[in-house]
């Protein structure tokens, strides 16, 4: 009996150490962490050590509770970093002094999360979008309404204010800000012992499962991004008592650091596992990392770097004894092979079937020589690609005769349709990139960084490499496709989800070009680089002609090469496409590598057009770039799209563009009429694929 006893206790503490088995690691990585700074410190960790600690965790901490139960629900929100400035943003420009305003501002501003969570989960539930693609086009339209509201650091709250959430709850005893984290837990607690909280489980663990059951799928997906959404404006309430002044830029950077924190407290990336009080551990430490850089000396440009570093250590880490990506892909290689060599063999033997049948009939063929039969094929064949790809181009000719008519008697149209293409020329050619990406059922986040380490690097080399402006070039192209090459080897081979793959790769590559210009880029362009984008051949820019070029050669590369008839092979079903005979993580990985490789060529283009490299000079064309790409017909979930209607995106956006600053619209606009695009065009997208 005291045998079955033991057995069952073991059986017991068994089940409670694996459910509990994320809390227990991110625990144990942050007393490791606390016992390498408390070594480095002259004098011991102090309870006002403890108190700035939690106060500069505390934003992050409540943020990344919001996103940690998205990420159990089965879901992923890019929106918070915006929530937490717009937050920041509306209490800065608007509180009062009296206790009244201040309590009052503090409640819209957790509402005003509130209410951005509610259109999340309007977009994802009721109309059926994708989460990733919904909180992207928010995430835009959010940071365009903060610019708004204050288009630059500055302002204050009053001193009370900051006291209440950063000062001491019980003197000498507890900080505020681990009590208002507390109350967090507390509310997450309640929550989870409801059966809101099952559901939220119940549905990320199996969503089939759980409606099957009798789960209010729907209503749960709704509340749960709207829940998030009030703890992301709780954490721009914090962070605006922390700081004292409001700063619109201070949110979207949080970002890499939420989903770090989330992932190192246990939180599983596929949702149905995880919970908040790993996660508030997991914040804590990270920022006791942060400090222990600082600390050792080591400057604040590494601080993305490592960021984006544990992000792919910590997702790897928690895949281990679950799934074996690399192994797995292993073991499919030689049933791809072997797929590969039968489908071979079949298309052999139907092509000499039909050439044996084409020889032998005596059927008259003049009939399909006609060219009305002609026509008629031609159009059965692309009906679905010009259904798609065509109206952006009756867009752009809607956009380009309103241009006339405003500012016609004012512009050249020579002038115009030269520096139309000229502008179009950048998002063209990531809209290669980020397509194929889109294409094969992925997305690159890390382009904003790859075109500034492109520009950083490109200046770099050319100022110390003696008559380096061409191997410069070489360099940097490398680079940017060896960069590419690493997210996809990341996704395919590590297991890790393509965001955020590519968005520790943005950390990382942020990190990279700060540490390598010191914060402060130098050099300039190269010579033949800005002749390209500046220079006159014939009355038109070098880049135009190179542009005609390009777009003729992507157009052949997705539709009719090998490489393009495999990566739309793959977008519409990797097993399918496996069992076919291709080689997935191959595809995967040379569609990322292109993606890399087009972010630094435009990396390259910005330095020449402008003739220098500055930090965060790719920011801008994140969203455009998918813009283009969606607005141009292509499908998100993967496996449709054109690289013609890709590019009547980019023709449409870039005009677009030009009438918004020829109106004199200030440029928070352009992110939020990008965001409608994004969200207008699935939204339409979906219910044509329908």
Not at 91 to 102: L, R
Not at 118 to 131: E, M, T
Not at 525 to 543: D, E, F, H, R, Y
Request: glycine content about 12%; proline content about 4%; hydrophobic content about 50%.
């Amino acid at each position: 009996m005291s045998a079955v006893v033991s057995v069952s206790r073991g059986s017991a503490i068994g089940r409670v150490l694996n459910r509990n088995h994320g809390m227990i690691v991110a625990i144990a990585t942050l007393i490791l962490v606390f016992a390498g700074l408390e070594a480095k410190l002259t004098h011991s960790f102090g309870y006002y050590d403890f108190s700035s600690t939690a106060s500069s965790a505390g934003a992050l901490a409540l943020s990344a509770i919001g996103e940690t139960i998205v990420i159990i629900l089965g879901g992923l929100d890019l929106s918070a970093g915006a929530v937490i400035s717009l937050s920041n943003c509306l209490i800065v420009a608007n509180m009062g002094t009296s206790v009244q305003s201040m309590i009052l501002w503090a409640i819209l501003g957790v509402l005003v999360g509130t209410v951005v969570g509610a259109v999340n989960g309007f977009f994802i539930v009721l109309l059926r979008l994708q989460p990733i693609v919904v909180t992207l086009a928010t995430m835009f339209i959010v940071e365009g309404t903060t610019l708004l509201e204050m288009g630059q650091p500055g302002g204050s709250v009053p001193p009370g204010f900051a006291t209440f959430f950063t000062g001491d709850a019980i003197s000498n005893v507890l900080p505020a800000p681990v009590m208002v984290v507390c109350v967090a837990l507390a509310i997450w607690g309640f929550i989870r012992l409801t059966p809101f909280g099952t559901f939220i489980y119940a549905v990320g663990s199996d969503i089939d499962s759980a409606r099957f059951k009798g789960s209010p799928v729907s209503l749960t997906r709704f509340a749960t991004y709207t829940l998030a959404g009030s703890f992301y404006g709780a954490a721009g309430v914090f962070l605006t008592a922390q700081t004292g002044s409001g700063d619109p830029t201070v949110g979207p950077p949080m970002l890499l650091p939420i989903f770090v924190a989330v992932v190192l407290g246990g939180t599983l990336l596929a949702g149905g596992r995880g919970g908040c009080i790993g996660t508030v551990f997991g914040a804590l430490t990270l920022t006791l990392i942060v400090n222990l850089l600082l600390v050792f000396n080591v400057p604040t440009f590494y601080s993305t770097i490592v960021e984006g570093g544990l992000l792919i250590l910590s997702v790897t880490a928690s895949s281990l004894g679950r799934r074996a990506p690399v192994w797995k892909n292993l073991r499919f290689l030689r049933t791809a092979i072997t797929a590969r060599r039968n489908a071979q063999g079949i298309e052999a033997h139907t092509a000499a079937a039909t050439a044996g049948r084409k020889w032998s009939s005596e059927a008259p063929r003049s009939d399909n020589s006609l060219p009305t039969a002609s026509l008629a094929r031609w159009w059965v064949q692309n009906a679905t690609t010009i259904h798609f790809t065509f109206p952006a181009y009756l867009a752009l000719a809607v956009i380009l005769s309103i241009t006339a008519i405003m500012f016609g008697h004012r512009i050249s149209v020579g002038n115009y349709l030269d520096s139309l293409l000229v502008l179009t020329s950048f998002l063209a050619i990531l809209a290669l990139g980020q397509g194929a990406v889109i294409i094969s059922g992925g997305l690159d986040l890390s382009v904003p960084s790859m075109i500034t380490f492109a520009g950083v690097l490109l200046t770099g080399l050319t100022s110390t490499l003696h008559g380096g402006g061409l191997w410069s070039i070489i360099l940097v192209l490398v680079m940017g496709a060896a960069c590419g090459a690493i997210n996809g080897l990341g996704i395919v081979f590590l297991g890790i989800s393509p965001l955020i793959m590519t968005l520790a790769m943005n950390g990382i590559l942020q990190g990279c070009a700060l540490v390598y210009s010191g914060g402060t880029p130098a050099g300039t362009s190269p010579a033949i680089v800005s002749w390209i984008m500046t220079g006159k051949v014939a009355g038109l820019t070098p880049v135009v002609i190179l542009l005609v070029l390009f777009v003729i050669g992507a157009t052949v590369l997705l539709s009719r090469t090998t490489f393009g008839r495999r990566l739309y092979a793959v977008g519409n079903s990797r097993t399918v496409a496996l069992f076919s005979g291709v080689f997935v993580g191959s595809i995967l990985v040379k569609t990322y590598a292109l993606s890399g490789l087009c972010a630094a060529v435009v990396g390259i283009m910005l330095v020449g057009f402008s003739g220098q490299a500055f930090n965060d000079m790719g920011d801008p064309y994140l969203l455009p770039a998918i813009a283009a790409v969606v607005i141009g017909g292509t499908l998100m979930s993967g496996g449709q799209g054109h690289y013609l209607g890709m590019f009547g995106g980019a023709l449409l956006l870039t005009a677009l563009t030009t009438v918004l600053t020829g109106l004199l619209l200030p440029d928070s606009m352009r992110s939020i009429v990008f965001g409608i695009a994004v969200l207008a065009a699935i939204i339409s997208l979906r219910e044509k694929s329908a």
